[in-house]
Each structure stands twice: as C-alpha cells, then as structure tokens.
C-alpha cells in the first residue's frame, strides 16, 4: 500500500465519527494538562485522573472500526493509558504523559500533512 493511502487509513481510523483532527488534538492536549496538574496538586489526582480516563474513553470511541489495521493498534494504546492512570504512581504518570506528547506530535505531523497535500 503506497504512503500516501497508508495516512489517509490512518486518518480515517483516529477520526471516525469524532469531527476533525483539531478536536483529538485538543482532548490531548487537555489529557496532558490533566497529568501536569495531578503533579502539581495530589489532592485533585482522582478527579483529574477520572477526567483524562475519560478522554482516553472518548478517543476509544471514535476510532472508526470499520477502517484499517491501525484501529487496533489505537485502542490497544488507549487501553494501556487508561490502566496506567488507573496506576496513578509517578511511573505510570511519566509513561502516559510521554506516549501523550508523542501521539499528539503525531496527530499534529498528519495535520500538516493534510493540510499541505490538500493545497
């Protein structure tokens, strides 16, 4: 499969009925906010470690399943960041706000992609 229908699977497979890319970059964003401030204020850990639970859940939700192998790959990611928020030691904190960071790098990387190949 050339690289560019390889993308364009991924992209279907991360949006699905969720809207566009800036709004699963923006629940991101919002998961990482919520991981700094666990840090920062323990007493709001369960609250927030709720909250970015619950952005992982509505990330799960909106893969598109009907669409390609990265599917999988998705929700297993998302499985595994909700268990280590549910974890909540600083191990588990670090591990999810650096596969965050990463996924985000990578939503915003097919972002421009799109927005450069769309001109």
Do not use: C, W
């Not at 709720?50 to 909106?62: G, Y």
């Amino acid at each position: 499969m050339p690289k560019k229908e390889k993308i364009e699977e991924f992209i279907n497979t991360a949006l699905g009925s969720s809207g566009t890319m800036a709004s699963i970059i923006l629940l991101i964003d919002k998961a990482i906010i919520l991981i700094k401030e666990i840090r920062e204020k323990p007493e709001a850990q369960n609250e927030n470690s709720r909250r970015v639970r619950n952005i992982l859940a509505q990330l799960q939700m909106a893969l598109n399943y009907s669409e390609g192998k990265d599917t999988e790959s998705l929700f297993t990611l998302y499985d595994y960041l909700f268990q280590e928020m549910q974890i909540g030691d600083a191990h588990s904190l670090d591990s999810a706000q650096k596969l965050l960071t990463q996924l985000r790098s990578t939503f915003k990387e097919l972002k421009k992609r799109i927005i450069s190949e769309s001109r």
